[in-house]
């Protein structure tokens, strides 16, 4: 370890380290520009120079590329540190006065004159921004490894740009020069011939982008940010491994593969949840055709304190607040024809709430609900819509809309009034579509996965309306929530408390209780064909030796495993000799079954 | 719809068909068993036989029934991939198509024999599915070739 000193505070680094790390170890902030962490420091910038008073060379030197040595004493504050500090800045600002970053740290610095002639009095370039500092291009050419910008022209003609100044074909889009960039100079569309395309944050519906690391969700478990491979320039070039470098725990493992975990389980519960139908397939409500025309799922982001506009409600289209918006219930839901004719549940009391949180954000707003039936049946459900409608928080409106259409900067909203019988239109600035609900995609291939049945629709089935609604027909797979049907969270919370304690009652015994529909073979007409060896979908058939008592083989016979055997039956329907049957459901039985029928 | 039942059973002189269904517990029993808890009529024609999965059928059931007197037989299970046992349905479909082949052999109208794949969740096609096939053996008449044997009204 090195030792050193630091505005008179001792401090220990590692070799290798520089003055910079050093001061950061012990809080102190010296300021920076052309140093970013994962580029290998240039010292370009002369912004961060610290001054080494003693066991060094004494002198002025750049803290973000000057190592630590060993019994140095800086200091960061010192007369000559701020006088070569000021000068800096009243160069980098005659140079660059259109850098903000420059122009906050030459106030901070108490510098109010210029004695430098600015260089737009050459150019004409009042915004000039990039300061020169080339952490950029080492970035492109180092980390990134596409090496798509240089420093180009000489004197007052040197610039970042691309060769030639065209769009360059090497260019990856990444962004990743505009992202370091400490005066924000940098547009990447001037060099990459592919627009730089956002990655849509999938939490957010899109409303707002990620970067290729992210946390999933507020919330997730583990709440640990994980790498979008798709979008990852590490992934993609091989470059960058910025993230390795930064990263002061030394998480980032880039060798990491998805891998398939085997266990085993004793139950399975199937809690898969819910999507919202695509709203686009009707074109009347416009949505996707014009941008104010939202989903609730959507509106629920836009509301969030967290979401992508941090709680601010604004119209996608230019940013205004809504003063009027239209909330339309039941699309796609209890529609026979292109739609889905279940009651998606829970959208008469979100949409009440929404209302209210509308109002939360637009005082002055009003809101219009249209509806077919509220269907509030649920604990205080009732109250809280009679609430929202008493207190005049948004006017319902019973009736189906039929159309949804541009006029202006407004959104017309045609539809009925059947209380009142007339047609009523609506200027609004959002309209909210209520979606129906829809299982999750995939659900088709884990119904056969897991071997439980699913309606028409996709929702996965309980083995008994009434009886058996955690259930399902395979033992050990238990339901809860909306893959089951839609369903709000105190349903869905209920269901999945249930489906638990059957798992937990399933797993809790040492021995298990079974239906005693399992197959019997009758070892004395077997004549270990094994025909039904073959059609056995559970492997429970096998040889069985019959022995006399000096041990010589007998006869070898099918063998039926107890414990693995379902009952289905497919076995005594191919057994030739009829030497098995299920028990239960025996020939004998079925053909008494079959004469009384037709007696 | 109780008026419409009630028409269809006023002529008790009316020849009324009998069909025997084997349906598989988990899929068509349950379909059928759905299209009753959601009240849809069908007609009762048809009697049904539960076994754990068509799979179990044997074509001796299917003999069996024509033998004592139905007049068409179903077999109904769960739809091909969706199998409660994995595979039974498969192994019906092959089994039951080639012993349908057969069935002239034996003096039976292939048509008096169907199969069909209800879901648990396909009440209404059950109960359409019904109707149907009342209405193609009301048709194609009582099947008699077995009883005259039986009686001995014609010989073989």
């Known amino acids: 370890m090195i030792t050193l000193t630091i505005d008179g505070q001792q401090v220990e680094v590692e070799p290798g380290k520089t003055i910079l790390d050093a001061a950061k170890s012990l809080g102190k902030v010296i300021p920076t520009l052309c140093y970013h962490p994962a580029v290998p420091a240039a010292g370009a910038c002369r912004i961060c120079v610290v001054e080494v008073v003693a066991g060094d060379r ?27 500090r000021r000068m800096t800045l009243q160069l980098l600002l005659a140079r660059s006065p259109g850098a903000e970053v420059i122009q906050d740290m030459a106030r901070d610095h108490g510098i109010t004159e210029n004695p430098f002639p600015e260089r737009a009095k050459q150019t004409g370039d009042k915004s000039e921004k990039c300061i020169m500092c080339g952490l950029c291009v080492r970035l492109c050419q180092q980390i990134i490894g596409a090496s798509a910008i240089c420093f180009d022209g000489r004197g007052p003609d040197r610039k970042v740009s691309t060769p030639y100044n065209n769009q360059s074909d090497v260019c990856l889009g990444c962004g990743a020069c505009a992202f370091v960039c400490p005066t924000g100079a940098i547009d990447p569309a001037d060099y990459s011939p592919s627009p730089i395309e956002k990655i849509p944050n999938e939490f957010n519906c899109g409303l707002d982008s990620r970067t290729p ?17 798709d979008n990852c320039i590490r992934f993609k070039t091989g470059g960058c491994g910025a993230c390795e470098t930064i990263c002061p725990a030394g998480a980032i493992n880039y060798d990491m593969e998805d891998e398939f975990v085997e266990e085993e389980v004793g139950a399975i519960i199937a809690a898969t949840g819910y999507e919202i139908m695509d709203p686009s397939i009707y074109e009347e409500y416009g949505y996707g ?19 992508p506009t941090n709680g601010e409600l604004t119209r996608p289209s230019n940013g205004e607040p809504p003063k009027t918006i239209v909330f339309l219930q039941c699309i796609g839901s209890r529609r026979e024809v292109n739609g889905k004719p279940y009651c998606s549940n829970i959208c008469c009391m979100y949409t009440a709430k929404h209302a209210i949180l509308y109002k939360h954000k637009v005082h002055d707003g009003q809101a219009f609900v249209f509806f077919m039936d509220v269907r509030a049946a649920g604990k205080n459900y009732d109250q809280f819509v009679r609430r929202v409608v008493k207190e005049q928080i948004a006017t319902y409106v019973r009736g189906r809309v039929s159309k949804v259409f541009a006029r202006g900067d407004k959104l017309i909203v045609r539809g009925a009034d059947t209380l009142s019988g007339t047609q009523v239109e609506i200027a609004a600035d959002m309209v909210v579509l209520a979606a129906a609900l829809v299982p999750s995609s995939g659900i088709r291939e884990l119904s056969q996965k897991l071997r439980v049945g699913f309606d028409e629709h996709g929702f996965l089935l309980e083995a008994h309306p009434k009886l058996r609604p955690v259930d399902t027909n395979t033992a050990g797979v238990f339901l809860a929530g909306c893959c089951h049907s839609p369903k709000d969270i105190p349903e869905s919370v209920a269901q999945a408390g249930a489906a638990a304690s059957k798992a937990l009652g399933l797993v809790c015994h040492t021995r298990l209780s079974r239906e005693p529909t399992i197959g019997i073979v009758d070892e004395s007409s077997c004549n270990g064909c ?40 497919a ?15 025996r020939d004998d039985q079925l053909f008494a079954a079959i004469n009384a029928i037709n007696r | 719809m109780i008026q419409k039942a009630k028409n269809e059973t006023t002529d008790p002189s009316e020849w009324q068909p009998r069909i ?11 379909g059928a068993d759905l299209a009753g808890m959601s009240r849809l009529a069908y007609p009762a024609a048809i009697k049904i036989v539960r076994v754990p999965c068509s799979g179990r059928v044997d074509p001796m059931f299917v003999i069996k029934s024509f033998e ?3 007049d068409l037989v179903l077999v109904s299970g769960c739809h091909p991939g969706d199998c409660h046992y994995t595979s039974g349905n498969y192994h019906a479909r092959r089994k039951l198509l ?3 082949e057969l069935m002239t052999f034996f003096g039976i109208d292939p048509r008096r024999f169907k199969i069909s794949w209800v879901s648990a969740a396909e009440g209404a096609k059950w109960s359409n599915l019904v109707k149907e096939i009342t209405d193609e053996v009301k048709a194609l008449g009582p099947f008699e070739t077995y009883s005259e044997i039986l009686t001995g009204e014609t010989g073989p």
């Open chain 1, 58 to 84: 004494p002198g002025l030197v750049p803290a973000c590329a000057y190592p630590a040595k060993e019994g140095m004493d800086i200091q960061t504050q010192s007369d000559r540190v701020m006088q070569s």
């Open chain 1, 213 to 229: 690391i992210h946390i999933p969700f507020p919330q997730a478990v583990p709440n640990k940010p994980l790498i979008d491979r």
């Open chain 1, 289 to 307: 055709r014009y941008p104010d025309v939202v989903t609730s799922l959507e509106f629920e982001r836009m509301v969030s304190a967290s979401g």
């Open chain 1, 530 to 569: 094994f025909e039904c060896e073959g059609v056995c979908a559970y492997g429970a058939i096998s040889a069985k030796e019959l022995k006399d008592k000096k041990g010589n083989t007998l006869a070898t016979v099918a063998n039926i495993n107890q414990g693995l055997c379902q009952g289905c039956g």
């Open chain 1, 571 to 585: 076995c005594a329907a191919t057994c030739r000799s009829k030497s098995i049957e299920v028990q239960g459901y």
């Open chain 2, 20 to 30: 025997v269904a084997f349906l598989c517990n988990w899929c068509s029993y349950a």
């Open chain 2, 68 to 70: 004592q007197g139905a």
């Open chain 2, 98 to 100: 080639a012993f349908r």
